[in-house]
């Protein structure tokens, strides 16, 4: 479940609040621009952070059933998937951007040594994004490439893990005062989660708390008078619950409901609007064949002052 | 009550003539006449049974004694336990026990220890105990063909340093060998000059891993939907708070069990009835594909 198109709109909000501190125009547009940027800066990390976490969960939810092997298997349970995910967000300040994404990512899962979970994921995104203000409009457009590792593992009902990710983006946003910046952006983020895991025959359950740590270092440059780099740090505390039940032999349903909290952001982004809101949303699969399965799900945002976002992702699972 | 009495006729009566006599009274196809009443057809059934079973008794064939033996290890100090494979024991078990029609000399060794492993081998009785010896061994098994004991100072033992010391032979030695890795033993010397089985049934090939199933998850197959009948007799003879896990290698067996209606009364009927349980699991194998199903064999392979 992403909001990669939020994080982005955020990232690029984020590089009209730095360039206004480095060279800040004297325009009240621009202004209002700048006060009302870098919204929930730590999203496209978060989500991404987000989805490596279910994909482990599901991976050891899933592999319940024993083997009657020595321990040492170093890749079993395997299984390689393609997701499509489009992302709506608006931003319902005046001067906010609406945006649209659309991200692909491929994956592999896989159970290794001690039925460790392990999800090797890589993305690819690219975003559009406009101004709602009246007679003026800015055009951002950019991409990103991410790649995320995931490792965790239970005992009995409690579950333990971590996720690493790189983020790589390339952002150019023109501003009312025809100033073109361009932002690049390296990301990495860590985040650690200890929680609970539930399974009895076709329903299953897992409340997952996570402390995500993200370190940007923000390339930009501008057509104006400099370009510099900045850095920024932020913290967010994100609680995934996921419920599902297995219908019948084809369909499976199942409910996601997370909460978020930015507890940690820099300083000059003081305008920053929401720094706590709820995900939620059903999800759906359909299993083809023993081997096959496709799911869809259709997530919102509430809770959420600032940020009007709801996302679709549709996939393609294959086990092997 | 119609399939009990032909099975009790089946062992009391020849095959032909039960069949003969049943399809004539009830019109069940056959060379029989026109069908009677249902309910004077179960009287005339019942007082042929009764007659017969009185004409035949002196000449009757009682069914071969089985005995069975079984080593499995299950609660291994770190993993998932393996409650499918002590499930599967079971109903081994219960399906001898059911062809018997007798009590069985059985005899079940859970989490056994290297020296135990190898006294139980060791002195598995001869023939004179059984026409039929039936071995149930379940164990985690490494690629290499070594028992790994639950527990973790006990390591691991080769079918070598096991069965180092012969049993006695016994011709009717039936081993079934519920394990990952399975195939590998049937290169090994030891397995078939010391242990010397006169058939057996292998969970997995060489090269593949044996899971469990769970009957009470409804994906990624539904197995009680599919299979209603051997469902209905698993739950007869499980314990009541069954879990519903059962190795791939117990449900290809539940399912062939089912359709046998005459017990083996020789080494070809058990090699048959393998033969079964081999057609079982390579459906299921088809239907699940290979990463959760394995390939059950026996050895020597099988009439066809």
Known sequence: MKTNCGMLVVTMASLLTVSSVMARPDDPVADKIVDVSADNPGNLYLTEMREGAQNVITLLEKNQAAHAADENLWFHSRSVYSEYTYTD?????????TSEGREGTVGLNFLTICDVAVSLMGTYGQIASDTRVPGEHNVDNGDNYGLTLTVAKNCDWLLFGASAGYDRGYFRTRTPNDGIFKLEPDAFTVAPFVGVMYVNGNFSFSSVPAYMFTWIDQDYDSTGPTSSDDHNNQETFVWMNTVNYNLCEKLGVGVVADWNRLTHYKKNMEAVGDREWLTVGPKLSYQFTPAWAAYASITKDLNSGTYKTWQAIGGLNYGF | MLRTIGRARALHAPPAEASLLASALLGCGGSGGPALPVRASLLALLAIAFATGLTHAATS??????????????????????????????????????????????????????????????????????TFQVIYLAARHTPEGAWKFTQALDGTASWDDLLQHPPPAHAGR????????????????????????????????????????????????????????????????LPQDWDGRLSNLGLAWAIAFQQTLQPPQSLRDWQVFFGCCENEAGRLRKMLGTKYASTVSQSPPGPR
């Not at chain 2, 336990?81 to 060794?109: D, H, K």
């Not at chain 2, 990952?180 to 891993?209: F, K």
């Open chain 1, 89 to 97: 967000s608006r931003d319902e300040r005046l001067g906010g951007f």
């Open chain 2, 61 to 130: 064939t009682p069914p071969p004694r089985i005995q069975f033996v079984a080593a499995i290890s299950i609660d291994y100090a770190s993993g998932k336990p393996l409650r499918g494979w002590e499930n599967t024991c079971r109903i081994v078990q219960a399906s001898l026990s059911e062809w018997q029609g007798a009590p069985m000399t059985q005899l079940v060794v859970r989490n056994p220890a290297p020296a135990g492993l190898r006294q139980l081998l060791r002195q598995l009785p001869g023939p004179e105990t059984g």
């Open chain 2, 174 to 237: 039936l081993v079934i060998l519920d394990v990952c890795h399975a195939g590998v033993v049937v290169d090994q010397p030891v397995w078939q000059h010391n242990l010397a089985p006169a058939a057996t049934l292998l969970a997995s090939a060489r090269d593949e891993l044996t899971y469990e199933f769970d009957f009470s998850n409804c994906q990624p197959i539904d197995l009680s939907a599919r299979y209603p009948a051997a469902t209905a007799w698993l739950r007869r003879n």
